[in-house]
């Protein structure tokens, strides 16, 4: 099994179902999305650029999408916390995955991508 599949398999549910369906949700995205196992995470590339990744946050467990550059973007849900290059949206495992959100957010990162 490589490894992020297991990344993957080994989350605890609901974790688990709601990053699964978050990496099904980016990779249908664009066709040109590639999945990259980078800093021991699952990283989606366009091209050869960083778009955005999955993870947990480490005190809460609650799954987000972060987004590379995020910095760029403006959207009222996208944080940055204390991060200074990446904006992440938290995912709410108990409720529906927000679509239009992440459509509205991964449509603004991939122009972001293609203007620098």
Known sequence: MREIDRYFM????????????????????????????????????????????LWQEKKTGTPYLGIVDGYLLEHPLLVAEKRSRM?????NPAEDLPL?????????????LRFQ
């Open 10 to 53: 080994e989350r605890p549910e609901p974790a688990k179902s709601c990053l699964l369906a978050l990496r099904h949700l980016v990779l249908s995205f664009d066709r040109q999305i590639r999945e990259d196992w980078q800093y021991k995470m699952p990283f989606y590339k366009l091209g050869a650029k960083r778009l955005c990744y």
């Open 100 to 112: 239009e959100t992440i459509h509205e957010i991964l449509e603004q990162a991939r122009a972001n």
């Open 87 to 91: 904006k992440i949206l938290l995912i």
